[in-house]
């Protein structure tokens, strides 16, 4: 008698998930991004940090962070989008959030963020986070 099992793309339960960190670099400086969603029953939403690599404060609007929420595992069909939010005063992190979606559904997290080079913003994508289901 033999056993077998599959596995594929699953989507956890209310709580968080989070995507692999990223990495890009600018003129400027080195940075660290990730995106994650957070489920609770009948309620989803997503947001997008970035950091500036090695730790080291980033001066005011030099790195900036928008939380897009997408549906069921896609980086094309996006719920909503939260605004895209800059360092205003000298920090180490920012995080922005997207909009809070009601109902159940199954998430994932998919952000944007910028990075000054001197002259503009690069802007960069995370990877997607994992699915979770509200």
């Known amino acids: 008698m ?4 599959g596995y594929g793309a ?3 339960f209310a709580g968080t998930a989070y995507s692999a960190y990223g ?12 995106a994650y969603v957070v489920t609770s029953t009948g309620s989803a939403t997503a947001a997008t940090t970035i950091q500036r690599t090695p730790s080291a404060s980033a001066p005011a609007g030099y790195m ?3 939380g897009r929420l997408f549906i069921n595992g896609s980086t094309t069909n996006m719920s909503c989008e939260g605004t895209t939010h800059y360092n205003g005063s000298a920090a180490t992190l920012l995080t922005a959030g997207s909009c809070i979606h009601s109902g159940g559904g199954t998430w994932n997290s998919y952000g944007v ?6 002259t ?7 990877f997607s986070s994992p699915n979770q289901t509200s």
């Open 23 to 34: 990495y890009f670099t600018t003129a400027y400086s080195g940075w660290k991004t990730q």
């Open 2 to 5: 033999g056993f077998s099992a």
């Open 10 to 12: 699953t989507a956890a």
């Open 120 to 126: 503009a913003y690069s802007a960069n994508y995370t």
């Open 113 to 118: 963020t910028y990075g000054w080079t001197g």
């Open 64 to 66: 900036g962070a928008r």
